[in-house]
């Protein structure tokens, strides 16, 4: 049972442009959710995260939005840069916590084209 | 952000041999975690590890197949036992500086069985 989703497992975009990732969860006992950028032989990277009882984080270019109705986040780079290509990965804990266990969606690629 | 070393980064190992992964972290923690990544999956948390007791197994991952040590508060080691061609993954530790801070990973083990 996939409890976080990430239904295209890829995405290009033009440098300069909006990227946006989508995720969807099932579990509604989530309530901290994260996203990860990985490059290959990397680990993966913390990115930005928003708590349930908001609906919008911003952080630079990057902007996490959330609608706990529809179980849907998305993460929003603007503007795209080269340097953003990587997968990056959507993942959900129960509590705003970093001793709680995360579960990971199976990621977006996403690519930059200059 | 504490800094994360996994040992070794990569490995090409023969079925029903064990091979044990190293994560050395540079500040004390509390919790360390191993994941693994099967390719073209997610992220799956395979066990928790706190200082001084046993590790807690998620469901699907038992403690003959994943032994774990956690000697102290900046060490930890994960054995894959017995390795069938199905172990082949990435496997990662990670860790959480602080209660409410994002859990940060290494860079992983990239795992080939023959």
């Known amino acids: 049972d996939q409890q976080v989703k990430q239904n295209s497992p890829s995405l290009s975009v033009q440098e300069g442009r909006i990227s946006i990732l989508n995720c969807d969860y099932t579990n509604s006992m989530f309530d901290y959710f994260l996203w990860y950028k990985k490059y290959p032989a990397e680990g993966p990277t913390f990115l930005i995260s928003?708590?349930?009882?908001?609906d919008k984080n911003e952080d630079g270019r990057f902007t996490v939005f959330l609608n706990k109705s529809a179980k849907h986040l998305s993460l929003h780079i603007v503007p795209s840069q080269p340097g953003d290509s990587a997968v990056y990965f959507c993942?959900?804990?129960?509590?705003?916590?970093?001793?709680?266990?995360?579960?990971f969606g199976t990621g977006t690629r996403l690519t930059i084209i200059p | 952000s504490a800094v994360i070393s996994q040992k070794p980064s990569r490995d090409i190992c023969q079925r029903g041999t064990s091979l044990t992964i190293q994560c050395q972290v540079d500040?004390?923690?509390?919790?360390m975690f191993w994941y693994r990544q099967q390719p073209g999956q997610s992220l799956t948390l395979i066990a928790t590890a706190n200082q001084g007791s046993e590790a807690t197994y998620e469901s699907g991952f038992v403690i003959d197949k994943f032994p774990i040590s956690r000697p102290n508060l900046t060490f930890s080691t994960l054995t894959v036992s017995n390795m069938s061609p199905e172990d082949s993954s990435i496997y990662l530790c990670s860790v959480a500086d602080r209660g409410n801070q994002p859990q940060h990973f290494g860079d992983g083990t990239r795992l080939s069985i023959l």
């Open positions: 993942a959900a804990s129960r509590l705003n916590f970093g001793n709680e266990k995360l579960t």
């Open positions: 500040s004390q923690v509390t919790m």
């Open positions: 928003i708590s349930s009882i908001k």
